[in-house]
C-alpha cells in the first residue's frame, strides 16, 4: 500500500471513529452506509452502475431506503383480519427497539439489499432470496457468524409463482422466507418480515440502472461488525481536526464501550482506539 493510500485509510477510519463516537449520546440506532464503488460490489451484481454519476448510485441508495420505511407506511392490520397485499406495519421506534434491544444493547445495525431479487421458487442450483442478499454498509465480514442477530427485513414487489407475472402474495411471500431459513445453515435470532405487493416505484426520468429486470428486496439487520484501525497519521490527523487530547480520550472511550457492547469477549481498549 503506497503512503498517499495509507493516509487516506487512516483519514477514513478516523473520520468514522470520529463520527460515531459523536453521534452515539445522541442516537439509539446508526446505520452506516456508502460502499467505497458500488459498481464493482456484489450489490451491483445486475445493476448498470457508474460511479462517476452521483445519480446512478444515489438512486440504488434511496431505493433501499424507501424499501426500509415501507413498514412505517403500512396501515396496521387487525390479526383475525386477511390482507394479501401487505402485512407487518411497523413504526420507526418499534423496528429500533427491535434491532437495538434484543438479546443485546448493539446501536450498530448494516443494511443489506437484492435488487433485483430472484423469484421466490427459483430452480435448484439458482440463488436464493436470502443468498442473493447484498450488504451497503462497508467494512463488513462476509465469514462472520452471529447467533443473536436480529433482523428487519422488508420484501415487495416479489414475483409470483404464476405464468401470468403476478406480485406475490403476501402469504406467498411468507412461506418462501420460511423455507428458506428453514434450509439454511444459519438463521437469525429473530426476523420480523413486512411484505407488500406494490413494487419499487421508479420516477421519470430515472436511470437505467435497472436494465429488464426490475424488482428490489432490502433487509436491515443487526450487526456485531465494527471495526477500528490504529495509523501513526492518527494524532495528528486528529489534532488538525481541531480536537484537544482531553476529547480524543472521551472519544476513545465511548467507542470503547460500544464495541464492548457489540463483543464482550474484544480486547479492544480505549487506549488503541
Known amino acids: 500500500m503506497s503512503l498517499r493510500s495509507r ?18 449520546p445522541f442516537s439509539k440506532l446508526i446505520v452506516p452506509v456508502g460502499l467505497p464503488f458500488l459498481s464493482t460490489s456484489k450489490a451491483s451484481t445486475f445493476l448498470h452502475i457508474k460511479d462517476e454519476k452521483p445519480y446512478h448510485y444515489g438512486a440504488v441508495y434511496a431505493a433501499a431506503l424507501h424499501s426500509t420505511g415501507i413498514p412505517f407506511r403500512m396501515e396496521p392490520v387487525r390479526p383475525s383480519a ?3 397485499d401487505v402485512s ?19 446501536m450498530v445495525a448494516i443494511l443489506d439489499v ?7 421458487t427459483g430452480k435448484q442450483g439458482e440463488q436464493s432470496l436470502i ?8 467494512d463488513v465480514a462476509q465469514d462472520m457468524e452471529d447467533l443473536q442477530t436480529v433482523e428487519s427485513m422488508t420484501v415487495h414487489g416479489a ?19 420460511h423455507a428458506m431459513y428453514e434450509q439454511a445453515i444459519t438463521r437469525p435470532m429473530f426476523c420480523h418480515l413486512s411484505v407488500a405487493r406494490s413494487p419499487l416505484p421508479i420516477p421519470l426520468p430515472f436511470p437505467s440502472i435497472f436494465g429488464n429486470l426490475v424488482g428490489q428486496r432490502v433487509r436491515l439487520r443487526s450487526s456485531r461488525r465494527f471495526g477500528i484501525e490504529q495509523g501513526a497519521p492518527g494524532p495528528e490527523l486528529l489534532r488538525s481536526w481541531g480536537f484537544g ?14 464495541v464492548m457492547a457489540l ?4 480486547q479492544l481498549s480505549s487506549d488503541s482506539v
Open 131 to 138: 443468498g442473493s442478499l447484498q450488504s451497503l454498509t462497508p
Open 159 to 177: 414475483p409470483g409463482s404464476d405464468i401470468f407475472g403476478h406480485y406475490a402474495l403476501v402469504p406467498e411471500v411468507k412461506n418462501a422466507v
Open 88 to 106: 407487518v406495519a411497523m413504526d420507526v421506534n418499534g423496528l429500533i427497539q427491535m434491532l437495538a434491544g434484543l438479546a443485546r444493547q448493539n
Open 114 to 120: 437484492s435488487m433485483p431479487a430472484p423469484a421466490l
Open 245 to 258: 487530547k482531553d476529547e480524543l480520550d472521551d472519544m476513545g472511550e465511548t467507542l470503547s464501550k460500544m
Open 82 to 84: 386477511d390482507s394479501g
Open 263 to 266: 463483543d464482550p469477549h474484544s
Open 7 to 24: 493516509k487516506q485509510t487512516v483519514f477514513k477510519e478516523l473520520h468514522d471513529a470520529v463520527s460515531f463516537s459523536r453521534l452515539a
